[in-house]
């Protein structure tokens, strides 16, 4: 401020308003000046840095005890986990393992593995599902999971066939759970592929072991009216193809009831 504005304000007001009013004014602009964040340079702290703050200098915090973050909360044991909401006794007992010829892990029962689909299987999801088979699964387990794809024809281990019977007659929540948690030298996948993109690849694989073996198996229990229900025609024991209305997405919980894993 240069001395002919004092001046002027000066010849304005009286002389010791004017200085009052100067120094409030200073002051209110270095107040201001101080208190004030931009959103961009808010104090925070990045994830898994150091904080002198907390004892342990740990600036991530441990969830409060009996505490779920929001939208994590995952009652629905058979969409997130693929396991019966009560599990069998049999669960006590360890699912007996073998390995086999190629160094598989072979496994035969599956007592708390979910039978049933937990989500309604419609021709999106399965479309769905070939969609993200074929982006995650078949270069290992091959184009109609015969685990013959292109990293096995490379080298790599080759992965079990989807088409035997101990495989067709593996619960679906089994599929869901390899995906999920890995299975022997296969890794997990749950980063990558969401809750919901799981089931569909899940619905995936059944559409192709049924297409290796159409007379054979139990179709899928589709509820599309769009789907023709051709599974049935010529497969005796198909009880469940129902024609309800249409399921308009593939996706049927929100992505908002958490993230991936
Ligand atoms: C990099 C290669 C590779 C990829 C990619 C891969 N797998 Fe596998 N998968 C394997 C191998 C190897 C095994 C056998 C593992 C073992 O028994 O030790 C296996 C086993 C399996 C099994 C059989 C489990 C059992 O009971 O024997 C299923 C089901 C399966 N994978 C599903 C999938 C699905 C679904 C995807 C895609 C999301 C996928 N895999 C991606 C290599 C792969």
Redesign the pocket.
Known sequence: MSRSRFKVQGSRFKVGKGIAYCLLLTAYCLLAAGCRYDMQDQPRYKALKKSDFFADNRAMRDLPEGTVARGYLREDKGFYQGKKAVASNAQTAPAQTSLDAS?????TTFPDAIEEFPVPVTKELIDRGEQR?KI??I???GPVGNGDGM?VRRG??K??T?NDDR?RN?PVG??YD??TNG????NP?ASQ?SVADRWA?VAY?RALQISQNPNGMKSLPITNASMPATNSANNATATTVTNTAPTATATPKPAAQGGNR
């Open positions: 160094g598989n892990t072979v496994v088979y995650h699964c270069v290992c387990h990293i790599f281990s992965p079990p989807y495989l593996a089994h599929f390899v995906i299975w022997g030298k296969m996948y592929v690849i694989i």
